[in-house]
Structure formats: C-alpha cells, structure tokens
C-alpha cells in the first residue's frame, strides 16, 4: 500500500532563511511524487513533480524537491523563504497506471516570518 | 489563462438532503477527479473520469455518484448527506489518463456544509 508521511505539523522559519519541508514515502514499484501548496480556501496548486530522472526537481517559485531513493524521501527545499510562502504544503505519491489517484499526507504549515 | 471552475463555492444543507456540485474541467483536459478533504484533512481520492467514462474508485461512499458529460464537464451528487460529509471537495482536471506528465490542475473547491 502506498503512504506519505510529513512529520511535521508546521514549519517556521524567518524570511530570507531556507527552509525545508520534510517528505517520507512508501510505495511499491517506482513513485511518482509531487509537491502541493494550497492557501486558505483555495485548490492544491502544483510546485513540482518527480517522475524520473535528476534527483534534483526544479519547481515553481523558487522551490525544488531532492528525490532520495535509500532514504525514501522526496523533501521540499526553498534558499531564501518569503512572507508569501506562508501556506499549507502537501506532499503526494502516485503510480502510473492509477494515474492522479494521489495519496495525500497530512500537509505541513509553512509560517515565514517577517 | 483558463482554470478549473466549480460550483457553486459553498453549499450549506441539512442532514438527509442532497447536493450536487459541478466541475468545468480546462478546455481540452478528458480527465477530471474529484477529492474530499474534510477540515484539517489531507485530500482523500474519491472518484475519477476519463473520456465520460468511470477510469478508478477511491473511498467514495455509495450514498454518492457521479459522471463526466459530453462536454467533460462532471457533476457529483451526494444523497442522503450526513455531518461526516462536511467538506471541501475538489475538483481536478488533466489530459490524458495514466500519464502523471500532464500536470493536474485543481478547482477552488466547493465547500460543503450539512446542519
């Protein structure tokens, strides 16, 4: 069966520092992972994907993600974090031929600080 | 640029009646998915269409069904509601199914509450 884990309820770190938004996954087979960010009372919008290839995923606005197989982890990383990240971030894993049938984790509370 | 519309954004009914909420897929996306996700939830899957047909299941109760028309659009009927189904529901939308490179765009989401 497949699972996402975010260990961490919220995250807080002051702007201009980096910051992390940690991601364990367990699925069978190869994992399609993927990075949400949904502000209040709107839709998950896409950040970033990993399907295959570099480890290193390049996303919108600034964010990457690092895919590390041994460590079955797929975290979420920004160098320099603004005031307007503040939002909730949900990790995701899937499979190919279950197409979007995404299993979210919990989501994570990003709060950056002036 | 076009988005996934959904409607309406809030519903608020009373416990046994039922709802139906509506999903405006992007133009020339096949595909559409809806999710719940309660008040404080991760999404949950629910259901998915591809080409107005039924493409994969997830934890969708048998009070609800839904469809994909022939202009993609898709509606979600909900009967018998009960307090549990409080939530906000999703709707995505993507071209092609099976193919996790067209990226997945999500609707602002219907609110749904039952008193």
């Known amino acids: 069966a497949q699972s996402v884990a975010q260990p961490e309820d919220q995250v807080n770190v002051a702007e201009g520092n980096p910051l992390t938004v940690k991601c364990t996954y367990s699925?069978?087979?190869?994992?399609?992972l993927f990075w949400y960010v949904q502000y209040p009372n709107r839709g998950l919008q896409f950040l970033l994907k990993?399907?295959?290839?570099?480890?290193l995923v390049k996303g919108s606005y600034g964010f990457e993600a690092e895919f590390n197989k041994s460590q079955t982890s797929f975290h979420l990383k920004k160098p320099s974090a603004l005031v307007s990240d503040s939002a909730l971030y949900f990790c995701?894993?899937?499979?190919?031929?279950?197409?979007?049938?995404?299993?979210f984790g919990s989501g994570t509370r990003l709060l950056v600080r002036p | 640029a076009a988005g996934v519309i959904q409607s309406p954004r809030h519903l608020i009914k009373e416990k046994r009646e039922t709802a139906t909420l509506k999903c405006y897929p992007i133009?020339?996306?096949?595909?559409v998915y809806w999710y719940q996700q309660g008040p404080g939830q991760d999404p949950q899957f629910l259901i998915s269409?591809?080409?107005?047909?039924?493409?994969d299941k997830g934890s969708i109760p048998d009070r609800f069904s839904a469809q994909q028309f022939s202009d993609y659009h898709s509606e979600l009927n909900m009967s018998s509601l009960e307090l549990g189904d409080s939530a906000l529901y999703f709707c995505a939308s993507s071209v092609g199914f099976g193919s996790l490179n067209s990226p997945l765009h999500f609707g602002n989401g219907t609110r749904l509450t039952v008193t």
């Open positions: 133009p020339r996306h096949d595909t």
């Open positions: 990993y399907i295959t290839g570099d480890n």
């Open positions: 699925v069978s087979g190869n994992p399609y």
């Open positions: 995701a894993v899937g499979r190919m031929d279950s197409s979007y049938k995404l299993i």
């Open positions: 269409f591809y080409e107005k047909m039924q493409s």
